[in-house]
């Protein structure tokens, strides 16, 4: 099946430092990427969608200045957490379809210190 | 409401037992429906999709009721390894995918 490589699979930064996360579609072309954020023991929370060539639509209550998304080709769609807090302290994890199935990256584990 | 809700769980259950999940959405509109699994700090993995008319892959089977925008998950003799998360997804026009809140089950020996 299609596979999502998600970069890195966990980091640790200082408070205030900004972290970059990518989401790379390995065989096959998303020009639609997700992304999500998951707190302990809650759900999976759609934070954005990221479109190739254009601007990510987020999701209400979602800082578009603070979780900056670029999707600059078919493959590669990058979350950036500018300006880290300990509250931004989550699983994030994206998602591109193929056909009716989503496909997730390994997720990446963020802990701001 | 949210989109998406789903049993709170967790369902506890021995191994050989028969449990089933329920989980209802409010976008009449929502086009696909599909059961995840998510293990514990794992990412979710495709389980099954769920069709109208029902569907059933080993022990597993989904069904789907759009008058009543319900969803069904039904694990017949269940395994210790059938212990995870279980996420009930839908999805609209334009890929928009939204998950619910996942039911935890315990599977023991």
């Known amino acids: 099946g299609a596979v999502v490589s998600q970069h890195p699979s966990w980091v640790i930064c200082k408070s205030g430092t900004s972290v970059k996360i990518e989401c790379r579609s390995l065989?096959?072309?998303?020009?639609?990427m997700f992304w999500y954020r998951q707190f302990p023991k809650q759900s999976l929370m759609l934070m954005a969608t990221?479109?190739?060539?254009?601007?990510?639509?987020?999701e209400q209550g979602v800082e578009k200045d603070k979780f900056l998304i670029n999707h600059a080709s078919l493959t590669l769609s990058t979350l950036t957490v500018t300006s880290a807090h300990p509250e931004d302290s989550s699983f994030y994890i994206c998602s591109a379809r193929e056909g009716r199935e989503a496909f997730f990256g390994q997720g990446t584990r963020l802990t701001v210190v | 409401r949210k989109e998406v809700e789903q049993d709170p769980g967790p369902f506890n259950v021995p191994e050989g037992a028969t449990v089933a999940f329920n989980c209802t959405y409010s976008?009449?509109?929502?086009?696909?429906f599909f059961w995840y699994r998510q293990d514990c700090r794992k990412e979710p993995k495709l389980l099954m999709s769920v069709y109208s008319s029902g569907n059933e892959d080993g022990r597993f089977t989904a069904q789907l009721n759009r008058a009543s925008q319900y969803i069904s998950l039904l694990i017949r003799d269940s395994k210790l390894s059938d212990s995870a998360t279980y996420l009930c997804v839908v999805s609209s026009g334009g890929f928009k995918t939204i998950f619910g809140a996942g039911t935890r089950l315990f599977v023991k020996a």
């Open positions: 065989d096959f072309q998303a020009t639609t």
């Open positions: 976008n009449s509109a929502s086009q696909s």
């Open positions: 990221s479109n190739e060539g254009s601007k990510a639509t987020y």
